[in-house]
C-alpha cells in the first residue's frame, strides 16, 4: 500500500510538472502570472501564458511568455509582425531594426495550430527561445529582449485586454 501511494504521488508530480514549458520545467519555483488569448477580428491567433520565476512579476526578473498557436503563421509573418509592433512602440533607428529582423530570424520557426513557442527573458543578457520544447536560439541583445517582449508587456501593446490579463497579479498587488 505505501508503495503505491509513493507510485500515485510521484506519477501526480510528474504530470503537474508536464504542464510547465521549457525552459521553466526545470525549475519549482516558476508559476503562471497570468494567461489570455489573443483575437484578431473574432478569430484565436494564441493562447499566451505569462510565466513568472519569483514571489511576483518583476520586469527585471526572469519570466517566460508560452505562446499556443491556433493558426499556421510563416516565420517570416512572426518576425515582420514583431519588427512592426518594436518600431510601432517606439525604436526607430532603421540600422538596429534591421540587425534585429536578421536575429529574429535565426530563433523563429513558422508555427502551425498546436505548436508552442516559449520566450525566456533573462534580465541584461537577452532572451532564449524554444519551439515545441526544443531550443531555437538565443538573443544576446538586452535592448532587443525588452523591445520583443514590450509587445505583449508595454502599456501601449496593441492587445491591452490580454496585456491585463498576462499581468493580473502585478497589477492587482500595486499599491
Known sequence: MKTLLITALLAFSVAAHARLPVPVSDADQWRVQGSGEMRWFGFSIYGAKLWRSGERWQQDAPYALELTYRRTISAEQLVNTSIDEMERL??????????????????????????????????????????????????????????????????????????????????????
Open 90 to 175: 517606439g525604436e526607430k533607428d532603421e540600422k538596429r531594426l534591421q540587425q534585429w529582423r536578421v536575429a529574429l530570424e535565426k530563433v523563429f520557426p513558422s508555427v502551425r495550430e498546436g505548436d508552442v513557442i516559449v520566450g525566456l527573458h533573462e534580465p541584461g543578457k537577452g532572451a532564449r527561445f524554444f519551439f515545441n520544447g526544443a531550443p531555437t536560439g538565443s538573443l544576446n541583445d538586452a535592448r532587443l529582449a525588452a523591445a520583443f517582449f514590450a509587445i505583449w508587456l508595454d502599456p501601449r501593446t496593441k492587445a491591452p485586454e490580454l496585456r491585463t490579463r498576462l499581468l493580473a497579479e502585478a497589477e492587482s498587488a500595486r499599491p
